[in-house]
């Protein structure tokens, strides 16, 4: 019975062992950017994301929000509309629209568009 190596097998390990090492440096880099920032949006579904910050004391603090992707066309991102802000987020986030809008507009990319619910 031929042997695996005989038939240049002998790579097939070393790229898997590549692969696993890039996905595991990809979420390692993504826990290490979230401690250094404090904050970060992540994909929970086809169109449900949350941002979410560290509190003072250390508590992950979440505000879901829908992303609809859009075929040739930019991004539709809601939120609630200014107005309503204070009424529809959590307390933590009250009176910090701007500062919040600002952080996902950074990390889903400048083919965003804002649109108040």
Known sequence: MASFWQYGGWWAPIVMAGVGLAAGMAVLRKRVDFRRRGYRVRRLGREEHVYEERG???????????????????????????DRWDSQVPPWAHGRRAEIVERIAEYLGPRDKFVDR
């Open 56 to 82: 003072a004391e250390g508590e992950i603090r979440l505000l879901p929000f829908w992303r609809e992707m859009l075929i040739g066309a930019p991004s539709e991102v809601y939120l609630p509309s200014e």
